[in-house]
């Protein structure tokens, strides 16, 4: 079955391939077969591995009863050979004893079930038959339905790229011309032509930053990214020296445990604290100094870095949605951000396998916790 098709068809008249080199095992899958009621079970029969890939490309069944023990290639070595060739194949391996290591290895190798010859009864062949049909089919439809989403995603990162690159230069006009304006006829218009024009020029503003956070979202994740062993300690200072300004604006106060070399792509990472950060300064109540611990802690095969902050702190039902696109929870006058800064960094741990949650106190301030792989040669070595 090369996909799920019409799977009330096969679950009704199931075509079966029965791979077995003893005839008579063969025939008492026949007889176990007939004795289920109200489906029609349908069959081939094939003795080895080049008779059932014969059969295969002959007429494709719907399962296949795989025996373990046969001539030649054994049942799981025709196993991994069918999981290849048809991905969507189900496949039950059959044996004449129980053997926990043949089933643990059949069902890594891609089988849907294992069965005992001598245990199988027509009740449970037609159960596990019928459950492996299905398991296959949804798995097929989940991975048409991975591709397509896959597809899409592609597709929207890359008009998102094209869309936010062109439009930044007329963004660019819009405000130039307008601080001319403002610069070289202010005195020209009215109290009410000014206030217009200030509106221009925030808007722009605005629109210069989401164009600017869209580009750097659609670049990040579109291509895989280059990873390499760098030191923690240099990447953090340029964050911080990128944040100079607001820190001296703000008064922020921020600390920073000593980091190891770290692994993964410097650019990236160095964003991502950026933003961490800049949100941890930015989202204060009015008047409050604010005061940013970054930490680190060993996870065995992970580093776990951690952004402290003291400000307004996330309610919990807003916890998970915080990451999603574009979705702020306070207005643009009060704390100014494009609501992409936090999905940019959801998408670079994401980039370096990594996980990124946060974990708050309404009026107490948040902290973000992301994590890094280590190389595997650091996490031999314990470094």
């Known amino acids: 079955m090369d996909g799920p098709g019409d799977i009330q068809a096969a679950l009704d008249a199931p075509m079966l391939l029965l791979v077995d080199d003893n005839p008579d095992d063969r025939e008492r899958y026949v007889r176990t077969l007939k004795k289920i009621a109200d489906v029609d079970y349908r069959y081939r029969e094939a003795a080895g591995g080049e008779s059932m890939m014969k059969s295969l490309a002959e007429a494709r069944p719907d399962c296949v009863l ?8 054994n049942g799981l070595e025709l196993l991994q050979d069918l999981v290849q060739q048809y991905p969507f194949l189900p496949v039950i391996m059959m044996t004449g004893q129980g053997n926990e290591n043949i089933a643990v290895q059949s069902i890594k190798a891609g089988a849907q079930h294992y069965l005992v010859k001598s245990e199988v009864t027509p009740g449970l062949l037609h159960e596990t038959i019928t459950a492996a049909i299905r398991h296959r089919a949804l798995e097929h439809e989940r ?3 991975i591709e397509k989403l896959t ?18 230069e007329p963004i660019r006009m819009v405000a130039s011309f307008g601080q001319i304006l403002k610069q070289d006829y202010a005195d020209r218009l009215d109290e009410q032509g000014r206030e217009y024009l200030d509106i221009v020029l925030e808007a722009s503003q605005r629109m210069h930053g989401m164009i ?4 750097t979202y ?4 579109s291509h895989a ?11 953090l200072k340029t964050a911080l020296d990128n944040l100079r300004e607001l820190v001296r604006e703000r008064g922020a106060d921020v600390e920073a445990d000593p980091l190891p070399r770290l692994y993964g792509n410097p650019i990236q990472v160095s964003r991502l604290l950026q933003n961490l950060v800049a949100n941890a300064i930015k989202y204060q109540a009015r008047g409050n100094v604010p005061r940013i611990r970054i930490r680190i802690a060993d996870d065995a095969e992970h580093w776990r870095l951690s952004v402290v902050d003291n400000g307004l702190g996330i309610e919990p039902k807003y916890l998970d949605q915080i990451f999603q696109p574009f979705r702020r929870l306070h207005v643009w006058e009060s704390i100014q951000g494009t609501g992409l800064g936090l999905s940019i960094c959801r998408k670079i741990v994401e ?7 946060a974990e708050s106190v309404p009026g107490e301030g948040a902290t973000f916790h992301f994590t890094l792989s280590k190389p595997r040669a650091a996490v031999k070595t314990g470094e």
């Open 66 to 73: 795989l025996d373990y023990s046969l001539p030649g290639k």
């Open 143 to 145: 991975g048409l339905l």
């Open 151 to 168: 597809a899409s995603n592609t597709e929207l990162e890359r008009f998102a790229y094209v869309a936010s690159h062109d439009l930044q």
């Open 212 to 215: 600017g956070d869209l580009l």
């Open 218 to 221: 659609s670049r990040v994740g």
């Open 225 to 235: 990214i280059e990873s390499e062993p760098f030191d923690g300690n240099a990447v």
């Open 351 to 357: 980039n370096h396998g990594g996980e990124i949650w």
